[in-house]
């Protein structure tokens, strides 16, 4: 049974950072491309960041480019998001997401909230 497990969020003020992780399981995660995606209040749920199985970032979102970082640690099944000099704007569930495309997937995390707000 595949499993995304979100954790890290919570409430920041702006300027401050989060580290958000995924654990994954139920599948081979060092084959998968692996997503971060977010919902703000009121809004579309948008791709974040996503990264291959060789760790390497494909996509960044251009308004966290600078501050977001994606990793992933093959050993671990888990992915990350670093989140650097918050702002208010970054408020949303993020959600983690696991796709090998054409082959399988999309599987989804719960996701977890993220505020900032002073």
């Known amino acids: 049974q595949v499993q995304l497990v979100e954790s890290g969020g919570g409430s920041v003020h702006p300027g401050g950072y989060l580290r958000l992780s995924c654990a994954a399981s139920?599948?081979?995660?060092?084959?998968?491309?692996m997503s971060w995606f977010r919902r703000a209040p009121g809004r579309e749920r948008v791709l974040v960041a996503n990264v291959i199985p060789s760790n390497t970032t494909t996509y960044l979102l251009d308004s966290v480019k600078g501050r977001f970082t994606i990793s992933r640690d093959n050993a671990k099944n888990t992915v990350y998001l670093q989140m650097n000099s918050l702002k208010p704007e970054d408020t949303a569930v993020y959600y983690c997401q696991a796709t090998q495309y054409y082959i399988d997937g999309p599987y989804w995390g719960k996701g977890t909230l993220v505020t900032v707000s002073s």
């Open positions: 139920g599948f081979p995660f060092s084959r998968y491309v």
